[in-house]
């Protein structure tokens, strides 16, 4: 197949950045790397950019094709060339660039070093037998052990642009990889410390994160669980965790968010003295509603009973994030519930969760 391509070629002597056009032929079987290969080797040796295993396991060969982070070795051509389209492949975001699709990965590394990534027992004597942890135990990190540190998640983070401090999704999964490890005995510290300025709470939610992931780490959601974590151990004192708490007390006493009350609450008395310029401008409009009396949902003790439930299980924390995605993975792969247990790397690797079988009632939609 006739495969063509735009790199943008970076040379780290003279500074320039330029983007240069490819055309060669290629089997239909062809990966972006593959092309990159046949680039190099046929076309322009001088082409720089990393690989290893070409198999999606190492996560070495992290680029940008039309702004988004891919794994070179997973993106396969035949589709795109088949279209006609001629892509456009860059380096990674977030990180600086070294010479054409190389970026310099020692700030990734450095964040994902001040997470500790390793087991702090807290053992003062080495104990006769080892810790043995259930496979129900370490569920939890499932997810997060599947990190293969491609960095892509980083590439395309919105708070890293804005903030180059920020933790960063890979680091702060790896974190979640500890904080949920049972043989872990210092997370409570390891939250103190996650939970700092450009930590936990920096996050943007903007899930882009979870969408480029090419192994279902879902940082995000592993950001998520450290956060609730948190608030269970009482590492609460950021503005973002205040926030968060306050959500849950307003839904749970009158089942809705009193918005009027959200800002003292996050921001407290002071600072919310300083708006109250700006929310009397928002009430001369009709935008706050009256906080007295505070409006009271009809059910409200449906949300109230839900809040109980979630306690009395145990299922605070991390662990209820992790029941969600559990439920929500079985329904995403609804029409083949068979392959969903199954797992791409053997039997249970995925674990789904049960969810009762309705049959469908007559005349109700189906998807």
């Not at 062809?30 to 322009?44: G, I, N, S």
């Amino acid at each position: 197949m006739q495969v063509a391509l735009k790199i943008w070629r970076f040379d780290p002597a003279s500074g320039e950045r330029r983007l240069v056009d490819y055309e060669l032929d290629a089997p239909e079987w062809a990966t972006l790397l593959d092309v990159l290969d046949l680039v190099k080797d046929r076309q322009d040796g001088s082409l720089s950019y990393r690989k290893s295993c070409r198999m999606m396991i190492c996560g070495s060969c992290g680029m940008r094709m039309d702004g988004a982070a891919v794994l070179a070795c997973k993106t396969r051509m035949e589709p795109i060339a088949r279209t006609g389209r001629i892509p456009v492949i860059s380096p990674m975001g977030n990180l600086p660039v070294v010479k054409d699709l190389v970026v310099d990965m020692s700030p990734f590394w450095s964040k994902v070093r001040a997470m500790e990534p390793w087991l702090q027992t807290g053992y003062e004597e080495v104990p006769e037998r080892e810790f043995l942890a259930t496979p129900a135990q370490m569920r939890p990190i499932h997810k997060e052990s599947l990190c293969i540190m491609c960095g892509l998640c980083v590439s395309e983070c919105n708070s890293m642009e804005s903030d180059p401090e920020f933790f960063g999704p890979a680091a702060l999964a790896k974190g979640f990889r500890f904080v949920g490890d049972p043989r872990d005995r210092k997370a409570v510290e390891r939250l103190e410390a996650y939970s700092d300025h450009h930590g936990i709470w920096a996050c943007t939610r903007c899930y882009f994160c979870n969408e480029r992931c090419p192994k279902g780490v879902d940082p995000r959601d592993a950001i998520a669980k450290l956060g609730a974590e948190a608030m269970r151990h009482g590492v609460d004192r950021d503005m973002g965790a205040r926030h968060a708490n306050w959500f849950v007390h307003s839904a749970k006493t009158t089942g809705w968010l009193r918005e009027t009350e959200l800002v003292p609450k996050t921001q407290g008395i002071v600072k919310s003295i300083r708006e109250v310029k700006f929310a009397l401008s928002l009430a001369r409009r009709g935008k706050v509603p009256s906080p007295f009396p505070p409006h009271v949902a009809k059910d409200v003790k449906e949300s109230r009973r839900l809040y109980d439930i979630v306690r009395v299980q145990g299922r605070d924390g991390a662990a209820g994030i992790v029941q969600g995605e559990k439920a929500l993975g079985r329904i995403e792969k609804h029409e083949d519930v068979a392959a969903a247990e199954r797992g791409p790397y053997g039997p249970g690797s995925f674990p789904k969760p049960y969810l009762p079988e309705t049959p469908a009632q007559e005349g109700s939609p189906t998807r």
